[in-house]
């Protein structure tokens, strides 16, 4: 039976991708996301097709009881959850503060720090049984800083960084890996990126970016950080790291 | 008319010695707590009796629209609000995640987090529109680190101070000062420490700690320091700090 | 006898303005600076007008021994030092690396880090006899944050940083208070950024920053917060704390 | 031609390790320390026998031009640095202020922060030519927070961080891979912490941390991660990451 590797916000950019990774790898990768069934179901097929193992799960992580359920549905019908990649974004663009409504600011929180909570709670106490487990979260810049409009986003994201070094605290002298990612960057990922910016601005910015687009950050190359991160060996682990392409201003820069 | 200094949370500790030192300079402290009427009239008379200025509120600051209208009403009815001291605080003591229930850690986030975006959702429009305005910020060390059994705290504080720059990014060029104010050590506080720790072990750990008490974090010279703050000239301002006794290691060291 | 507040670096921005406030709080200021006598005796003379009490001293920090016989005089001459002001800055402007010499690379650290290890090890066993003592160390955004072209002057500024925190954790609990005041913002002062322009953009800069000159850092008004660290009660102190303008970005922000 | 991996500080612990790793992964490892002959030999002849390319030398680095003439011995003799793994220490262990000499600051200084700026003054306009090279910088927790007894050694750290940040803000856009590797622990290294504590308390420590030794940092899995370092894609490039034992506290928890 493969190991599983658990992936919440399986889109087409990091979450999909790197799901691909850890199935090419041997895992099996439950791959979940809110709405695009045609979607999950073609990277489902995909991963199948490169004799892969995959399962597709839509579900909204801020209902109550979804991810409970999606971790005891998992481990009964799949197998232990050996890897959680935690990717559940939580932008919602710059908003001034009187246009960041309560429910807005709510929200956020719900996806970045609550589901975390929420997921941690559910799956830690498996792992620590099994004396083992990785729990890799993908984070963003305002985790480490307040911007003008980030209001929401940063306070949930904030909030998920260190919610990551108390989750580290209490589980890695028991063989729980977690690893806090800073994506410090603009993705080339079409789901979420190209969304916001629409096609036409998000072909310009890949153009502008470079030819083979490595001036925004390749999900498939995130894929590898994410494995190594998975594979690093208990007497050497990366609690907190950052990502970003070379081109681009790390956050402390301007 | 009185510039007005709105408190929240305003106990024995930090709170209601922040507002007795405002109303001593000139202030109309509007003192804010949850519970102890008792205690919060006792506070307001201790103010008027030297001639100070202040009001008391009992109020749940989580509970919907609170926090709006006590803005909306200190405005009416006392004046412009100058300076908000925001001294909420939402320790709930070491837990294990197993421990931290979905609605302990709701709790602390509304507590910490989001009651502060709703009263600076409240107050910063009034601030900007006058041109200038202060909000001061009483943090924990749980802002800056998480720390096992503080999954709850820690994700509430990290989100706490996160808002605090994204506040201060969009207010501070409009005059309104924001500043994060890192209390990294235990306060000679009876109603939070002494009720934690009870009055037999409060009193031991003052005594431990010196005949001055100055081994615990005094509210007095907390008051000082805010007062300070709230007079920087907007030349001049300081937006996050830390404060501990000198006897205290910092939280960065072991 | 008036107690003593040592400055290094007393030019005519925060170094002069602060020894010119602790003077008027009844301190006797020693005013060291590298060159330009006729100010350093103006500032003296200027102080004396107003009964306060000061000396000059003209050294140059980076040579052996400067530091050392520094202290030593002062203690014999004029009284012991309660109050050391730090402020040697390295500022050597924008460098590619390969436009950054050997010897200027030392010179900042000489500088920003090896005069302050220098000073400290002369002053901090005197300060520990005697129970008290305050080293106000200031700093600049180059400590916690690399840029490009500031190759010397940050790495200069990181161990600066660093051996503040070092000292503070050996000598804080002996009643010596150690504070890192970070300067993230133009100071409006005519011996550094007035030099560094040259006086007409140095005026357009102070003109266009506003009437008050408010958009850039005040000595006067770092003064009055050099004085509340000074003063701060020994069972709270600051280590840590930033100033800057309220219409600058913090270096966190872009 | 292999393309060349330069370690500076290659001993029996991390340095040495990961040239060795760099070696079977098809490197020229150029191993570089400053005693110790017979150790050296020994690791290239071992790498030799696994059909690896390497070469000894021994220097001291912090004496004038060495590190400028390895570089240009280097590249004349072996071929273009790709790779240069940092990793000279700077760790004198704890020392109070007043028995810190100057000299043994200096020292620190010139070991763990000007030795860097040299080598990369030296190397970084030969890759900047070329458009890519990578640059891995050992660390320690020191460069992110000082400690009692730690003045030299912290302030020698935190300088090699900040200036980690400056390299990473000039050369990263020009295609060279800046990375700052915290290891925030105890590694398990006969030729530093072995020396350090003297056989016998090691061997202790080394069974007091698991039979696996996995309670202490592996070196050869210290190689694991630097190897994902150099391997990384430009698009996702981490310039700071932490290191620790599953068993360790980060150095932000007591």
Redesign the interface.
Known sequence: MNPVCLVLGAGAGIGGTVGKRFAKEGYHAVLCRRSDEEGLNALVSDIQASSGEASGVLLNAVEDDTLEQLVANTEREVGPIEVVVFNLGAQIGDR???D?S?KA??LC?RLA??SL??L??AV??LMEQRGKGTLLVTSAT???????????H????????????????????K?I?VAHVLIDGAV?APDTLGKMLGPDQFQALREQRGM???????PE??A??YL?LA?????????????????D??????
Do not use: Y
């Open positions: 001034r503060l009187q960041t309560r600011f709510e929180w720090t609550f909570f929420r941690a709670s830690c106490p305002a985790a480490v800083r307040g911007n003008a409009g980030q209001h929401a940063a306070a949930a994201m904030g909030g998920r960084r260190m919610l990551c070094q108390s989750l580290n605290a209490e589980f890695s002298p063989g890996h080339d083979e687009h490595d001036g925004l950050i390749l190359k995130v590898d950080t190594h594979q690093q060996h208990r007497s050497t682990w990366t609690h907190e790291m950052d990502l970003r392409s070379f081109g201003h790390p956050w402390w820069n301007h």
